[in-house]
T-cell receptor
Framework: DTEVTQTPKHLVMGMTNKKSLKCEQHMGHRAMYWYKQKAKKPPELMFVYSYEKLSINESVPSRFSPECPNSSLLNLHLHALQPEDSALYLC???????????FGEGSWLTVV | DAKTTQPNSMESNEEEPVHLPCNHSTISGTDYIHWYRQLPSQGPEYVIHGLTSNVNNRMASLAIAEDRKSSTLILHRATLRDAAVYYCILRDRGSGGSNYKLTFGKGTLLTVNP
């Protein structure tokens, strides 16, 4: 099973809402990632977790709050987002020093 | 991660070979060359990686220049399913490197004509 599963696939939220994106993998990977991708742009790294601890935060605004409750799950909590935060949010996982990073299909987020 | 330079777009015909170039003149000794691709409406997908020697796998071949300042991803027989954005990425795998990070450049949009 080489799959990273993201839910929901589509999310529309208002600027005052609180919502969460979820990501799950069962490959035994201990590194997990959140990327953000705007239309026609490359993915941009947001956060990296290693052994369930946050190891990289690419200066992401605090309205994005990641959480790694266990080695299989990664959440991204969203609060008070802006319309410009509308994008495809990609989750990925890998072995901690692995060569291959496996990506999910992403969650399309629209902020209205 | 060191920078890479790729053409914005390339076109090929179905069942013909495709050579996707990548320049990385500032590559360091501990940088591995990785290729990912992203099909429309999907997340990126690993294709291949290498350090110094040419590499082959079921998806593609990677040809690395002797001075390592450039590389070429080779798709031996393009299919319509290979139409995607192809990203050439350098990952520092040295002990002091930030090897968790995969930093995407702009990539090459490959169009495959039937």
């Amino acid at each position: 099973d080489t799959e990273v599963t993201q839910t929901p696939k589509h999310l529309v939220m208002g600027m005052t809402n609180k919502k969460s994106l979820k990501c799950e993998q069962h490959m035994g990977h201990r590194a997990m990632y959140w990327y953000k991708q705007k239309a026609k742009k490359p993915p941009e790294l947001m956060f990296v977790y290693s052994y369930e601890k946050l190891s990289i935060n690419e200066s992401v605004p605090s309205r994005f709050s990641p959480e790694c409750p266990n080695s299989s799950l990664l959440n991204l909590h969203l609060h008070a987002l802006q319309p410009e935060d509308s994008a495809l949010y990609l989750c990925a996982s890998s072995q901690v020093r692995g060569n291959t990073i496996y990506f999910g299909e992403g969650s399309w987020l629209t902020v209205v | 991660d060191a920078k890479t330079t790729q053409p914005n777009s390339m076109e090929s015909n179905e069942e013909e070979p495709v050579h996707l170039p990548c320049n990385h003149s500032t590559i360091s000794g501990t940088d591995y060359i990785h290729w990912y691709r992203q099909l429309p409406s999907q997340g990126p997908e690993y294709v291949i990686h290498g350090l110094t020697s040419n590499v082959n796998n079921r998806m593609a071949s990677l040809a690395i220049a002797e001075d390592r300042k450039s590389s070429t991803l080779i798709l031996h027989r393009a299919t319509l399913r290979d139409a995607a954005v192809y990203y050439c990425i350098l990952r520092d795998r040295g002990s002091g490197g930030s090897n968790y990070k995969l930093t995407f450049g702009k990539g090459t949009l490959l169009t495959v004509n039937p």
